[in-house]
């Protein structure tokens, strides 16, 4: 077994081979609506006035960042349903930006 071959197995605890190019490209997407979303949420924590605001936008962030650290081991339901539910938060918290 290579070196990365235990590593990977001692990080996520269970043994995972090489990705298709779909899997790939499903993990890119999702990492990336994670990155976006959890930017929205700390630019708007950033501008919220209210304390209780802020601290609600701090601890959606991470969220966020929890989730992108751990994607090696979400399952592909986990991963299709960020899919599906991130997009129109991420529209609804850019209008709230823009506004």
């Known amino acids: 077994m290579a070196t990365g071959d235990h590593l990977t197995e001692a990080l996520t605890g269970r043994?995972?081979?090489?990705?298709?190019d779909d899997e790939r490209h499903e993990l890119e997407r999702v990492k990336g609506y994670l990155q976006s979303l959890g930017s929205c949420y700390r630019e708007l924590s950033e501008r919220a006035t209210d304390v209780r605001r802020r601290e609600q936008l701090r601890a959606e962030a991470h969220?966020?960042?929890d989730a992108v650290q751990r994607?090696?081991?979400?399952?592909a339901?986990?991963?299709q349903d960020i899919?599906?539910?991130?997009?129109?938060?991420?529209?609804?918290l850019r209008a709230e930006l823009d506004a």
């Not at 043994?15 to 298709?20: E, Y």
Request: net charge positive; hydrophobic share 50%; glycine share 8%.
């Open 63 to 65: 969220r966020c960042d």
């Open 71 to 75: 994607l090696a081991v979400m399952s």
């Open 15 to 20: 043994r995972v081979g090489p990705l298709a």
């Open 83 to 92: 899919l599906n539910a991130v997009p129109g938060r991420l529209k609804a």
């Open 77 to 79: 339901a986990e991963r």
